[in-house]
């Protein structure tokens, strides 16, 4: 099976992609956020990057149900993407 290119982009881009898949999944995820991606200078696990904090708001949220229902598309992510890294 061939494999395709990573494709590098900006931070904030991936950052998007990251709260898009929270969002899709409004019902355990609901009041979850990703704050920021830790960047590596090379890859780790696949990836240069990965989700380092999340923060939870209001009273409606389960962080350990969200992680497991997003687990799948992020890694699909981190197969897909690496965050481009100013030298």
Same mark, same amino acid.
């Given at each position: 099976?061939?494999? @395709?290119?990573? *494709? ?9 992609? $990251? *709260?898009? $898949? ?6 355990? #995820? +609901?009041?979850?956020?990703?704050? !920021?991606? *830790?960047?590596?200078?090379? @890859?780790? /696990? ?8 999340? +923060?939870? @708001?209001? &009273? /409606?949220? &389960?962080?350990?149900? #969200? +992680?497991? +229902?997003?687990? !799948? &598309? ?7 993407? /690496?965050? *481009? $890294?100013?030298?």
């Amino acid at each position: 099976m061939a494999t @395709s290119k990573k *494709q590098v982009i900006p931070y904030g881009e991936l950052l998007e992609k $990251v *709260q898009g $898949v929270i969002a899709s999944y409004p019902k355990g #995820c +609901r009041n979850i956020h990703v704050d !920021s991606l *830790q960047v590596h200078a090379e @890859s780790i /696990d696949g990836a240069n990057w990965h989700v380092a904090t999340y +923060r939870r @708001s209001g &009273d /409606d949220n &389960d962080l350990t149900e #969200c +992680r497991a +229902r997003i687990a !799948s &598309d992020l890694r699909l992510l981190r197969l897909a993407y /690496d965050v *481009q $890294v100013n030298d």
